[in-house]
């Protein structure tokens, strides 16, 4: 069993930063992949980034250029650096990883982008 816990979500006006973190309870070095979804009010699950054991980087359209997802291995962490926030960025933000036991997935952080 992984544990996740997320945190750096907030209130932010549009155009501000944030940083989300994931803190896995194990070692995320042999983890195959990690990834931040989001779920926006009213709206399904989607990707926004993920990063593979390998350092391969995958983002959604709508966030290239503005989010930046990276790992700590010696942390155990993964990040998402999230600038230029638009209002649409207004979401619950999960963090999942997948292993070679399963998925698991965090409890959620919410973001909210708002003047």
């Known amino acids: 069993q992984v544990q996740l816990v997320e945190s750096g979500g907030g209130l932010v006006q549009p155009g501000g930063s944030l940083r989300l973190s994931c803190a896995a309870s194990q070692n995320i070095f042999n983890f195959y992949a990690m990834g931040w979804y989001r779920q926006p009010p009213g709206k399904q699950r989607e990707l926004v980034a993920s990063i593979t054991s390998g350092g391969s980087t995958n983002y959604a359209d709508s966030v290239k250029d503005r989010f930046t997802i990276s790992r700590d291995n010696a942390k155990n962490t993964v990040y998402l650096q999230m600038n230029s926030l638009k209002p649409e960025d207004t979401a619950v933000y999960y963090c999942?990883?997948?292993?070679?036991?399963?998925?698991?997935w965090g409890q959620g952080t919410q973001v909210t982008v708002s003047s």
């Open positions: 999942k990883v997948s292993t070679n036991r399963g998925l698991y």
